[in-house]
């Protein structure tokens, strides 16, 4: 793991520190810099090779089928608004107000249900919602876009058990998988769900790297996301006779981020190669040392949207009574070295509830504005978790 001596980093939801096989792959290949899909020589020839098998790789670490295309984006963000905007005419989308913004606003056509108390209520709700949408329209496309992991609580949603309500009713299920991949292993084929999106930097990756992981049909059938060399077969003299690749190029036109696919794809096989059984172990020690740190803290409330004993990963969002989080956050910087997110999270719609409903589980007579969020992973210690209760406890 890359970082800085004396930094204490509770901030990997935002973005992790690389893994040195990501650092690795990037030196290794560096003196071969060229062009990918674009030359006859050596070096071309080499990067192209290194990019496709980047491909097979991220592919393979997230259970892809053998038919999925693996697209290279900048990241979920990116990956999402892609599937957008390949949805066929007519498509209902189908999320929860619980959803990072990547997943809530790049939706034309959205049906959005309200944030479940449990998961077997967001299994309820779905099936309710899925009923009506086929009442109205029975035979046009639908897809239920839903997280893996909340990048607010950290809470593991039901994906398995909502992508069976979807098939009953014929529906396509995309997984925000941002939160999800860098803590748990992901079947794709296995969950039975159709398109998966994730970002290399919350994977231990550099910067500008992502995917978007799934089924070809739509894809194929869509615009290209971006227009330009490398989408295309043949481009006429006439304006508009342009023929389209079909494949992952048809959406990843102009010359692609070589460094970050390959560096991403390190990373994956470092973690498919690792224990990662014994990986979650220690997250989960890590994790309930926090959250019982947290929990002896007078005046600080815990974010939640499930129960308190409801599975999640190394990921807790907590607000602090009569005191603004931005402060905190500074002064935990400046204090004490120690790096965690504060704000809403890019979830405003569910950041905002859980922190009324925090203040009044609490009896606070009013809400705070905003939370902190303390995110572990790979390089996290008892000692870093310990140095965040240490501190806030002091304040
Ligand atoms: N989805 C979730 C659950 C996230 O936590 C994030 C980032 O925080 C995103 C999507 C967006 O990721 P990116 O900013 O890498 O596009």
Partial sequence: MLGVPGQINLDYAATAPCLKAAADAVTELLPWYGSVHRGAGALSQRCTLAYERARQTVGDFVGARADDYVIFTRNTTDALNLLAAALPEGTTVVTFAGEHHANLLPWHRAVRLPVPDSAGAAVRYLAAALAQVRRDS???PVLVAVTGASNVTGELWPVRELAV??????????VDAAQLAPHTPIDLTELDVDYLALSGHKLYAPFGAGALIGRGDWLDAAEPYLAGGGA??????????VRWNTGP????????NLLGAVALAAVCATLEAADRDALHRR????????????????????LRTFEP?????????????????????????REHGIGVRDGLFCAHPLARRLL???????????????ALRASIGLGTTEADIDALITALAAL
């Fill in 138 to 140: 029975p035979d046009s």
């Fill in 232 to 241: 295309t077969s043949g481009v006429g003299d006439a304006t508009h006779d």
């Fill in 356 to 370: 009324r409903e925090a203040a009044d589980r609490n009896r606070w007579t009013a809400a705070p504005g905003t």
């Fill in 309 to 333: 004993a409801a599975p999640r990963i190394g990921v807790v969002s907590f607000a602090v009574q009569g005191r603004d989080s931005a402060e905190v956050a500074g002064y935990l910087a």
């Fill in 249 to 256: 190029a048809r959406h990843e036109a102009g010359t692609p």
């Fill in 283 to 302: 997250e989960q020690l890590l994790l309930a040392r926090l959250r019982a740190g947290l929990s002896t803290i007078p005046g600080v409330a815990e």
């Fill in 165 to 174: 309500i979807a098939r009953r009713f014929g529906a396509r299920v995309a």
